[in-house]
């Protein structure tokens, strides 16, 4: 069982930064998630466990840096110009590989909420 814990999140203006951490109990290919209120919930960004590969996207590739210090087990992942449709509950993810996560999360953190006003 991994255990996912986020921290981050909150309230920001249109065009501001905010970044999101998750830190895992183990050394997994990890990534968000996101939902936003009466939307399916969907991929965001993932990071492989040894942090050469990643994937986005399309809407916030250019936008967002999803990267990872494996010393700490721990993902980030930066969000730069933020725009109101990026408001929802982010959920952190990991899975053996990037591929998994993106299709079939495996394991959950406890979600944290990004607000970004007009």
């Known amino acids: 069982q991994v255990q996912l814990v986020e921290s981050g999140g909150g309230l920001v203006q249109a065009g501001g930064s905010l970044r999101l951490s998750c830190a895992a109990s183990?050394?997994?290919?990890m990534g968000w998630f996101r939902q936003a209120p009466g939307k399916e919930r969907e991929f965001v960004a993932a990071?492989?466990?040894?942090?050469?590969?990643?994937r986005y996207t399309d809407s916030v590739q250019g936008r967002f840096t999803i990267s990872r210090d494996n010393a700490k087990n721990t993902a980030y992942l930066q969000m730069n110009s933020l725009k109101p449709e990026d408001t929802a509950v982010y959920y952190c993810a990991a899975a053996q590989s990037t591929a998994v996560l993106r299709t079939t999360p495996e394991y959950w953190g406890q979600g944290t909420q990004v607000t970004v006003s007009s």
């Open positions: 183990i050394r997994t290919a």
């Open positions: 990071i492989s466990s040894g942090g050469s590969t990643t």
